[in-house]
């Protein structure tokens, strides 16, 4: 057999699984992608709705969203380095061991929301006011921070809920539960739409409540997905085992205590950084103009939506590869960890095709100037285009993180986005004449340089680690 046959066929055994493995993959992914794709289409909904109410509630709500982004990335992942360790311990059969890593997402759940809290009240005007940057239009920013204020004193009331709701199913899906999450979560957008409609613009004899209704809206649904994760967890705690007896004490053993924080805590401040980091991208494009700030608003509620298949990977591929270490099975780790990329990367280039197609039609919906569109088009054909790559870094961060490897982990993500990412950024703002568009388009393109750390990370195994033995 010629050998360049036999390297393709070796490939082809390395990168694509039988039908086996793709069912077991889409059982997982199917209901995540479900559950996120429906809350990235309210989210869309959402954002058109405020935008008919006005760009600049359409500006403020968005930075707002982006300083929530952060905390909620701050939860993700703090909850992650106990997740790690559940879901190894559920691939070991050890229900207790996922209890005590359920009760550790509850205590630290509650220190993050009082720290979140605290800044968000005490600090919360500076903070959106570092977005606003338009000189000309004093009124436009004095207008934007107004709105932006108004909607936040709202949606401080929603973090208690979404990170219980958080704690919860991430335990769910660690323990290949993720129908609940999905039911949850599609109930909750419902609630989310009628009340943002009812709310916004005053339909049905309810009030007129512009950004301040959006708020309400979102607060009142995160309120119905907890009730729906909870009751429906403890109802089937036969089902659940980690839910027997979760609350009958609050022990959390300290050596696993001191274990997971010792893991856990870089994926804390990595998530903490790296969405900082994002939001410093955001805040380094604001210095072009308010019209800016809403083009990346629409740009990038319309590319969570799309890339919602890409992004729901990231979940699955840890799951898959973290029970597979769990049951010590290292081979078959790193043989579904290759297949998964692959898988990914496929479904990265259905994305980009579908992307380009949309991307001049959205922007049309908005109730906004055609200055803002053209921007908000642009930024989605480069989003598009970088797919591949955004695609690749997602599923070698959630194989490093699977096997505890959080330093590492640490290094990869939020180090790459600090020294690379916003530098590049800064520089390119403040130092160049460049468009905003190609600016954006040269930051994207770096991660070829994350890529390149991410497959060699990838290939040496270092990520290959049982840590609940």
């Known amino acids: 057999m010629p050998n360049d046959l036999r390297n393709r066929r070796s490939l082809k055994t390395v990168l694509i699984g039988d039908r086996a493995f793709y069912a077991m993959v889409l059982s997982i992914l199917i209901p995540i992608i479900i559950q996120n794709a429906i809350t990235n289409f309210v989210n869309l909904l959402d954002n058109v709705m405020v935008g008919q109410v006005g760009t600049e509630q359409m500006s403020g709500v968005s930075i707002v969203n982006q300083l929530m982004f952060v905390f909620n990335l701050c939860v993700f992942g703090g909850i992650s380095g106990a997740g790690i360790f559940s879901a190894q311990y559920y691939g070991a059969n050890n229900h207790e061991g996922v209890r005590h890593c359920f009760r550790y997402k509850l205590y630290l759940s509650a220190v993050l929301i009082v720290a979140a809290v605290i800044i968000f009240l005490t600090r919360g005007e500076y903070l959106i006011g570092r977005f606003l940057h338009d000189e000309a239009n004093p009124e436009r920013v004095s207008a934007t921070l107004g709105y932006g204020m108004d909607y936040l004193r709202v949606m401080l009331w929603g973090m208690l809920p979404f990170a219980l709701t958080q704690s919860y199913a991430s335990t769910l899906r660690e323990c290949g539960e993720t129908r609940l999450p999905m039911i949850a979560s599609i109930a909750a957008v419902f609630v989310n739409l009628v009340f943002n409609y009812l709310l916004?613009?005053?339909?049905?004899?309810?009030?007129?409540?512009?950004?301040?209704?959006?708020?309400?809206?979102?607060?009142?649904?995160?309120?119905?997905?907890?009730?729906?994760?909870?009751?429906?967890?403890?109802?089937?705690?036969?089902?659940?085992?980690?839910?027997?007896?979760?609350?009958?004490?609050?022990?959390?053993?300290?050596?696993?205590?001191?274990?997971?924080?010792?893991?856990?805590?870089?994926?804390?401040?990595?998530?903490?950084?790296?969405?900082?980091?994002?939001?410093?991208?955001?805040?380094?494009?604001?210095?072009?103009?308010?019209?800016?700030?809403?083009?990346?608003?629409?740009?990038?509620?319309?590319?969570?939506?799309?890339?919602?298949?890409?992004?729901?990977?990231?979940?699955?591929?840890?799951?898959?590869?973290?029970?597979?270490?769990?049951?010590?099975?290292?081979?078959?780790?790193?043989?579904?960890?290759?297949?998964?990329?692959?898988?990914?990367?496929?479904?990265?280039?259905?994305?980009?095709?579908?992307?380009?197609?949309?991307?001049?039609?959205?922007?049309?919906?908005?109730?906004?100037?055609?200055?803002?569109?053209?921007?908000?088009?642009?930024?989605?054909?480069?989003?598009?285009?970088?797919?591949?790559?955004?695609?690749?870094?997602?599923?070698?961060?959630?194989?490093?993180?699977?096997?505890?490897?959080?330093?590492?982990?640490?290094?990869?993500?939020?180090?790459?986005?600090?020294?690379?990412?916003?530098?590049?950024?800064?520089?390119?703002?403040?130092?160049?004449?460049?468009?905003?568009?190609?600016?954006?388009?040269?930051?994207?393109?770096?991660?070829?340089?994350?890529?390149?750390?991410?497959?060699?990370?990838?290939?040496?195994?270092?990520?290959?680690?049982?840590?609940?033995?």
């Open 200 to 469: 916004i613009f005053g339909h049905l004899g309810f009030p007129k409540m512009g950004v301040q209704g959006a708020a309400i809206a979102t607060v009142l649904s995160r309120f119905v997905e907890l009730a729906f994760v909870v009751i429906g967890t403890h109802i089937h705690s036969d089902r659940y085992l980690f839910a027997r007896g979760a609350y009958s004490s609050f022990r959390v053993p300290g050596s696993l205590a001191r274990l997971i924080t010792v893991k856990g805590m870089p994926l804390l401040v990595n998530e903490f950084l790296w969405s900082f980091g994002m939001t410093m991208l955001v805040q380094c494009y604001s210095v072009r103009g308010l019209d800016v700030v809403a083009a990346m608003n629409i740009s990038s509620t319309v590319s969570n939506l799309f890339s919602v298949a890409i992004l729901s990977m990231g979940a699955a591929t840890s799951i898959i590869v973290g029970q597979s270490l769990g049951a010590n099975d290292m081979a078959g780790a790193k043989d579904r960890a290759w297949k998964l990329v692959a898988f990914s990367l496929g479904l990265s280039a259905a994305t980009l095709v579908l992307m380009l197609v949309i991307a001049p039609l959205i922007p049309r919906v908005y109730q906004t100037s055609d200055a803002v569109r053209q921007l908000a088009t642009q930024f989605l054909r480069i989003y598009a285009l970088c797919l591949p790559l955004i695609s690749f870094c997602n599923s070698a961060y959630f194989i490093l993180r699977s096997g505890g490897k959080t330093l590492i982990t640490f290094l990869f993500d939020s180090g790459y986005t600090w020294l690379i990412s916003v530098p590049v950024a800064w520089c390119l703002v403040h130092l160049t004449g460049l468009p905003v568009t190609t600016i954006y388009l040269l930051v994207q393109l770096a991660e070829i340089i994350k890529c390149a750390f991410g497959y060699v990370l990838l290939r040496q195994g270092v990520w290959m680690n049982n840590i609940v033995v």
